[in-house]
């Protein structure tokens, strides 16, 4: 007897909603912006590059946040002073990254979609996303309370450290995908 949850994923992935995407992943990725992304030799290097380094002010101004949640760095800083004057760098290269990764992602959409390490940092940066929202939501409700002590409460500490290995696995993924694209 197969599992009723199986059926329901077989329904799905033989219905109209995944004929949809894969109509949808197969328009961009026979686009002219994929065909050059993918023939210029260039462009992909470049657009990679633009990727790279976002993710580097990504991930650097989280950490600076982190790090103080952890009480490791700028602790004479509120936290609340801190988050303001970083978010916007965050936020500024997230969605740089976003875009650019967009873009490297149609040039070979059904290879990206095949990498295991591809999917697992989709879920990994949504797992990061949702430890954001979990943090603003309970432990920052509270900030004027706590947001000058040097070390924050448990919860917000487990927070910049939680937010800290989700985006070294982010990064470890990525970096992994171009080792194991296959190629056809």
Known sequence: MRHPVRRTLDRLHAG??????????????????????????????TIESVHVIAICLVIGSILVLD????????????VG?????????TWGAFAIAVSSGFLLFISNATKYLANGYFDAKLVLICAAGLNMIVF????????????????????????GALSILLWIAVVACGRWIGFTMQVL
Not at 67 to 78: D, E, H, I, Q, V
Not at 81 to 89: E, F, G, N, Y
């Open 81 to 89: 002073r801190l988050s303001r004057a970083v978010l916007p760098v």
């Open 67 to 78: 790090l103080r949640l952890l009480g490791f760095a700028s602790t004479n800083r509120p």
């Open 16 to 45: 109209r909603m995944m004929s949809y995407l894969q109509d949808l992943i197969a328009f961009f990725e026979d686009s002219g912006i994929a065909d050059s992304i993918r023939e210029n030799d260039i462009l992909f290097p």
């Open 136 to 159: 603003h939501a309970i432990s920052a409700k509270d900030l004027p309370q706590w947001e000058k002590q040097k070390s924050p409460p448990l919860r917000a500490r487990i927070a």
